[in-house]
Every structure is written in C-alpha cells, then in structure tokens.
Nanobody
Framework: QVQLVESGGGLVQAGDSLRLSCAAS????????MGWFRQAPGKEREFVSA????????YYGDSVKGRFTISGDSAKNTVDLQMNSLKPEDTAVYYC???????????????????WGQGTQVTVSS
C-alpha cells in the first residue's frame, strides 16, 4: 500500500516563503508523475504543480507560475514545492498526489492520480 506524507505547512505572512515536502512509501519503483493540489474552504481542489519523471517536465497552475517551483527525486519518490512571494489567496490545504503507471492524461487532472496524501495546511496572513 502506497502512502504519501506531506510536511512543511504552516502560518506565514504575505511575501514570505515556505517549502512543502512529500514522501511516498510502499513502492520500490519510481512513480510516473507526482503533483501538488490545494483546496481552500468552500472551493474545489485545484491543480498547483506536477512533475513527470520520464522527461523531467514540470507544470504549474496559472495562479502560481513564477512563484512556485516543484522539484524532487524520482528514485526516492519525493517531491518538494518551493513557494515564494506567498499571498493570502494561497491559503489552503495542500495535497501531494502520485501515479505509478503511465498516463496519457494531463497532469493537471485530479483523476489521473491514484494516491493522495492527507494534506498540510498553509495559511498566509495579510
């Protein structure tokens, strides 16, 4: 059974930076794609960022482009999200997600991911 565990959330002020980490356990081979989503109260879960290990491509939601950076280690099944210039609207629970099989679907779609973490709270005060 695969487990994803996020860490690094917290309370910060607008303009600050925060780094989230996610580690997958339970599989001995690399995942195909790992990503981050977030969900604010009363809103749908939205795509933040993803990385496909086969080609190293990274993807970002429009609201975080230029501020967030995804990175990680495919062999270790770990992925980080460096968040800079945080805004109050970035406040949400951030979820790590992973898929271990190839998928032709775009990484911003929630339904391509097989495994999800429990989430970590990020709160940005103004």
């Amino acid at each position: 059974q695969v487990q994803l565990v996020e860490s690094g959330g917290g309370l910060v002020q607008a303009g600050d930076s925060l780094r989230l980490s996610c580690a997958a356990s339970g599989r001995t081979f690399a995942s195909y794609v790992m990503g981050w989503f977030r969900q604010a109260p009363g809103k749908e879960r939205e795509f933040v960022s993803a990385i496909t290990w086969s080609d190293g491509n990274t993807y970002y939601g429009d609201s975080v482009k230029g501020r967030f950076t995804i990175s990680g280690d495919s062999a270790k099944n770990t992925v980080d999200l460096q968040m800079n210039s945080l805004k109050p609207e970035d406040t949400a629970v951030y979820y790590c997600a992973a898929r271990f099989r190839f998928s032709s679907g775009p990484s911003y779609r929630r339904d391509i991911y097989d495994y999800w973490g429990q989430g970590t709270q990020v709160t940005v005060s103004s």
